[in-house]
């Protein structure tokens, strides 16, 4: 009675939100810190070294537990991870690409991690998303998207300790750097990690692993960075 009940209420509820990501392409996963303006409003401004390294330390500690892991990109409160089965039939996806799992058990994860590393009374939330990209220039293209986004987060946060929200209102790029050169502030003298972003990638020669790069280039100028790091796609027909 109780095996057959379990089994009609798995097939009738549980099975029917069973989202399956499609296989041999790109899954990007980013996980991003819940209501982190909250979480951040006493740490040191415009940057704080101590969250960079928790958030560090918690996308090695996925990045090492997700099957099919190739990179990380991290930046502000977020890390994004690609994840591929390129290799062909039979390459293993984490959860054989159950989306449910993947996203909750990755937020999890990186959770516990980042406040393991960081302490502090305050409880830390990340939430999780996927996304399937097809084509590697696409994989290309959102990382350099998030590494915009470092660089303009990167010049509000340094903007906004010396000028106030209202005073920044409506200001372009080039006027914030000209506000902050009149009060002796130069984005451009910055820690690179901080103005570009981090990255988290497979290094064989390390114990673990797993790398942190904190001087990563401009991927937008230097593009074989990125191709270097992302997987060729798979090539249908050359299996089964
Ligand atoms: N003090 C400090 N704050 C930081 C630092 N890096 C990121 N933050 C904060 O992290 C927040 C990230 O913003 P968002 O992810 O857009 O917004 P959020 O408040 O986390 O809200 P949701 O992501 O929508 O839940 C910003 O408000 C920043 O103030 C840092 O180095 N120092
Ligand atoms: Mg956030």
């Not at 977020?78 to 089965?85: A, I, K, V």
């Not at 502030?185 to 570009?196: E, G, H, S, T």
């Not at 497979?202 to 790069?213: E, K, Q, R």
Request: net charge neutral.
């Amino acid at each position: 009675m109780k095996d057959e009940l379990g089994r009609r209420l798995k097939r009738d509820y549980e099975d029917a939100l069973r989202l399956t990501l499609p296989r041999r392409t790109y899954i990007v996963l980013r996980i991003d810190g819940r209501a982190f303006h909250k979480f951040t409003e006493d740490l040191p401004r415009p940057y704080c070294r101590p969250l960079a390294d928790a958030l560090d330390g918690a996308a090695l500690h996925l990045s090492r537990e997700m099957i099919g892991c190739r990179l990380a990109y991290g930046q502000s409160d977020e890390y994004s991870f690609l994840l591929s089965d390129c290799g062909g039939p039979g390459e293993p996806l984490w959860f054989d690409g159950n989306m449910q799992k993947m996203v909750s058990v990755s937020a999890s994860i990186f959770t516990a991690a980042f406040q393991r590393a960081f302490g502090g009374e305050k409880l830390a939330a990340f939430d999780s998303r996927v996304m399937v990209i097809a084509q590697r220039r696409e994989v290309e293209q959102y990382f350099l998207w998030r590494q915009l986004d470092a660089s303009a987060n990167s010049l509000n946060m340094l903007a906004s300790a010396f000028y106030t929200h209202a005073e920044l209102l409506g200001k372009s790029t080039a006027e914030k750097h000209e506000m902050l050169h009149a009060r002796g502030a130069n984005w451009a003298l910055q820690p690179v990690d901080f103005k570009r972003g981090r990255i988290v990638r497979p290094d064989p020669s390390i114990a673990g692993g797993w790398v942190v790069d904190l001087e990563i280039p401009i991927f937008s100028r230097e593009r074989s960075f990125l191709h270097a790091l992302i997987p060729q796609p798979y090539e249908a027909g050359t299996g089964c």
